[in-house]
């Protein structure tokens, strides 16, 4: 089983930063794509971001020039650089691997963009 613990979030006002790091824990010895959700109360959770242990990454178009993922193989972590935020980017975020979810998921971190 592995364990994914997601921090870094927290209020920030629009146009501004911040990074979210996922660590991963327990059974990681076959992962190969990590990615981040996010989830609020007007939509369903969405996928974000991927980023491969090739570093081959992919962004949603919604967050594309905007985020940044990457991964750090040997430290067992996931990042997401968040830039120009935006009121739309409030969510819940999580990590969870590609394409298939590990069945239970992390407690998440709350990001929220507001004046």
């Known amino acids: 089983q592995v364990q994914l613990v997601e921090s870094g979030g927290g209020l920030v006002q629009p146009g501004g930063s911040l990074r979210l790091s996922c660590a991963a824990s327990?059974?990681?010895?076959?992962?190969?794509?990590m990615g981040w959700y996010r989830q609020s109360p007007e939509k369903q959770r969405e996928l974000v971001a991927t980023?491969?242990?090739?570093?081959?990454?992919f962004l949603a178009d919604s967050v594309k020039g905007r985020f940044t993922i990457s991964r750090d193989n040997a430290k067992n972590t996931a990042y997401l650089q968040m830039s120009d935020l935006s009121p739309e980017d409030t969510a819940v975020y999580y990590c969870?691997?590609?394409?298939?979810?590990?069945?239970?998921w992390g407690q998440g971190t709350q990001v929220t963009v507001s004046s």
């Open positions: 980023v491969s242990t090739r570093a081959y990454t």
């Open positions: 327990g059974s990681i010895f076959s992962i190969n794509t």
């Open positions: 969870n691997t590609y394409p298939r979810p590990q069945r239970y």
